[in-house]
């Protein structure tokens, strides 16, 4: 069962971050009636904001486009800081919106920034452990003549999982926050008409999809490993 849900969230995935790039490159070849650039926009949502200490930078990649709390700069992708696009225009202010966020110590956010250490150190764990349970599991535990009991690999496996799912979860109302932040600005502003509201709010909508199937495969993972911690138990 586990198995098939594993390939279902993978096929969603694929399916849900392809829509995605179609979305983003259909809208990025219609010219918005603004005219302003990604980057123009962002620096206008922030000083509209009150926010004057954050930078609005090009960084290199493809929807590699994000917020650096610890920095304070809004990093956007090359063909969004220079791109005069509603899809362009929709991820830079969602950007700032995360720095609208930071800003105004939105809790969502803060709580995850807290567990950016946490949920790196349980992902590298967690990758270290796997390999070695269906690598070489014999070195690892006792079952096999190893130095851990099994039972107490798979607890350490779940509590990553838990770390990793948490995260994933609170990513959402963050990411659908800045989205909401940011059409909303874009609205009384307006500076998008509305078949261009609509394209932005379109992409935005695709965009946090990732983050939902991301988090759903963090809970199927999870219940996986929980069901052979149980299963174990039971023999």
Known sequence: MYFILF??????SFA?????????RKYSQIQWNARLSGKEVAEQMLYDNGI?????????????????????T?????????????AAAAVAAHECGHAVQHAKAYSFLEFRSAMVPIQNVSARVLNILVLFLFIGGGMLYSGGGGIFPIQTILLIIIGCYAVITLFSLVTLPVEFDASKRAL???QAK????????????DALKWAAMTYVVAALGSIVGLLYWI?????????
């Open 184 to 186: 909303a600005w874009i």
């Open 227 to 235: 069901s052979i911690f149980l299963g174990g138990n039971r023999d």
């Open 16 to 24: 849900v971050s392809q829509k995605l790039r179609n979305k983003f």
């Open 52 to 72: 004057r200490d954050v930078r609005v930078v090009s960084v290199p990649g493809r929807l590699s486009d994000h917020y650096n709390p610890s920095d304070r």
């Open 190 to 201: 307006n500076i998008a008409a509305p078949n261009e509201y609509g394209m932005a709010k």
């Open 74 to 86: 809004v990093n956007l992708s090359e063909e969004v800081y220079h791109g005069r696009s509603a």
């Open 7 to 12: 390939i279902g969230v993978a096929i969603l």
